[in-house]
């Protein structure tokens, strides 16, 4: 029979209808959060298989993800090689790999190639594979200004990994919010390319540059 949580698939619209999403969490406390991002992916239409770390679980059970999704969470890696079945070079791995949330500690053996998580094991076959990986960053502020953390982070984007910002607020680099992060999954799927091969032209007309608050210096161009 199936799971109850199905009765909601699609019940917001139909945009990822077909599409199979590995919702990945690390041991940050965002990821309370990660229950209603799952449900939203759900009532937009997608089939999402929910992977945890082992930090992950310490912090909710994962009967409340399988609860959310209808899938048992993979907390381990076991002899059915669950990252390759899911986002190895099978015949229909997953349309997405959405790790949220993304700690400094997942993020730094992203980028040294390190799996020893169910988490970072599966990006680095999804990354081999060529599936589409989106990272959403949350930790301490402290820990998002870090030089390393950040040069992590702009590794992972130089090779096609998809980030989403954190909100920045009360001294943290809180995880964005589910609509924000639809936003990106949808954006990740199903980016446009309708200016590809194009050449375009931007003019800026007339143009002021101030002076002192009084004084300007201007021209009379119109930009034609």
């Given at each position: 029979?199936?799971?109850?949580?199905q009765?909601?698939?699609?019940?917001?619209?139909?945009?990822?209808?077909?599409?199979?999403?590995?919702?990945?969490?690390?041991?940050?406390?965002?990821?309370?959060?990660s229950?209603?991002?799952?449900?939203?992916?759900?009532?937009?239409?997608?089939?999402?298989?929910?992977?945890?770390?082992?930090?992950?679980?310490?912090?909710?059970?994962?009967?409340?993800?399988?609860?959310?999704?209808?899938?048992?969470?993979?907390?381990?890696?076991?002899?059915?090689?669950?990252?390759?079945?899911?986002?190895?070079?099978?015949?229909?791995p997953?349309?997405?790999?959405?790790?949220?949330?993304?700690?400094?500690?997942?993020?730094?053996?992203?980028?040294?190639?390190?799996?020893?998580?169910?988490?970072?094991?599966?990006?680095?076959?999804?990354?081999?594979?060529?599936?589409?990986?989106?990272?959403?960053?949350?930790?301490h502020?402290?820990?998002?200004?870090?030089?390393?953390?950040?040069?992590?982070?702009?590794?992972?984007?130089?090779?096609?990994?998809?980030?989403?910002?954190p909100r920045?607020?009360?001294g943290?680099?809180?995880?964005?919010?589910?609509?924000?992060?639809?936003?990106?999954?949808?954006?990740?799927?199903?980016?446009?390319?309708?200016?590809?091969?194009?050449?375009?032209l931007?003019?800026?007309g007339?143009t002021?540059?101030?002076?002192?608050?009084?004084?300007?210096?201007?021209?009379?161009?119109?930009?034609?």
């Amino acid at each position: 029979m199936p799971h109850p949580s199905q009765d909601i698939r699609g019940s917001l619209g139909s945009e990822l209808a077909g599409k199979k999403i590995v919702l990945a969490l690390s041991g940050s406390v965002a990821v309370v959060q990660s229950v209603e991002l799952a449900r939203l992916l759900i009532r937009h239409g997608a089939e999402v298989f929910p992977v945890m770390s082992q930090q992950a679980t310490r912090l909710i059970g994962p009967e409340l993800l399988e609860w959310a999704t209808g899938q048992p969470p993979i907390v381990e890696l076991t002899g059915k090689i669950e990252h390759v079945a899911l986002v190895g070079n099978v015949p229909q791995p997953a349309d997405l790999l959405l790790i949220a949330p993304a700690t400094a500690n997942t993020i730094g053996k992203m980028a040294a190639g390190i799996d020893d998580t169910p988490v970072t094991t599966f990006f680095t076959t999804a990354f081999g594979e060529g599936v589409p990986v989106l990272v959403v960053p949350a930790m301490h502020l402290s820990m998002y200004r870090h030089p390393f953390v950040k040069e992590n982070i702009e590794k992972l984007e130089k090779w096609g990994v998809s980030v989403v910002m954190p909100r920045f607020s009360e001294g943290k680099a809180k995880i964005a919010d589910s609509e924000t992060i639809l936003a990106s999954v949808m954006d990740r799927l199903f980016k446009r390319r309708d200016f590809e091969g194009k050449t375009v032209l931007v003019t800026a007309g007339r143009t002021v540059e101030f002076l002192d608050p009084v004084r300007t210096i201007s021209n009379n161009s119109t930009g034609r």
